[in-house]
């Protein structure tokens, strides 16, 4: 299995790119979240992968993030989600974005992804949920860590989701906890 890959980004064809790790070329299909975040032509790069080995194909996807990849690897594992349409999510949605959806059974967030019908979002929900809690709500640890504290207070997972809603991103973890339950407080 190739885990990682750390080269020069040879080329950009979305949604492929091109990393050239010791004069090998490897070819590797990316959401476009990843390849919005990746160095220019020429520049280091640094890649998470997950191989896919079929009967006539070797398959390599590439992503910028370990949550990236941990969510393409939970997406694929569900029965009729092939790695073009955990591709789509991912380019479509942020984990983050993706983990509060599930969390809060929110289809509609779904179905807004090309190719991701009404049938198909409720499985994705119904197959996701509680495999995505540690990349909720867009801002990394600190909000996982929120949340977490939040639902040991006695708060569900979906209450502490939407208290996290109006909060800043960077705001110290701390500071977010009394935020998320100022907000709690208000309903």
Do not use: C, W
Not at 72 to 98: K, W
Not at 153 to 176: F, R, V
């Amino acid at each position: 299995m190739i885990g990682r890959l750390s080269g020069k980004l040879a080329g950009k064809h979305p949604p492929q790119v091109l990393v050239d790790v010791g004069g090998v070329a490897y070819e590797l299909d990316v959401p476009m979240s990843t390849l919005y975040a990746l160095p220019g032509v020429g520049e280091p790069v640094t890649l998470f992968t997950h191989l896919v080995v079929r009967e006539h194909a070797h398959n390599l996807y590439g992503f910028a993030t370990q949550e990236e990849r941990s969510a393409f690897r939970q997406l694929i594992r569900i029965s009729g989600i092939g790695a073009r349409t955990a591709l789509a999510v991912l380019s479509g949605m942020s984990v983050a974005d993706l983990a509060q959806a599930v969390a809060l059974q929110d289809g509609g967030r779904l179905t807004k992804v090309p190719g991701i019908g009404n049938k198909t979002a409720e499985r994705l929900l119904l197959e996701l949920k509680g495999k995505l809690a540690d990349a909720v709500s867009g801002a990394g640890e600190s909000r996982g860590d929120v949340t977490h504290a939040l639902v040991a207070l006695g708060y569900s997972e979906k209450e502490a989701l939407g208290a996290l809603k109006g909060l800043a991103a960077d705001l110290p973890l701390a500071e977010a906890i009394r935020g998320a339950l100022k907000a709690l407080a208000k309903r």
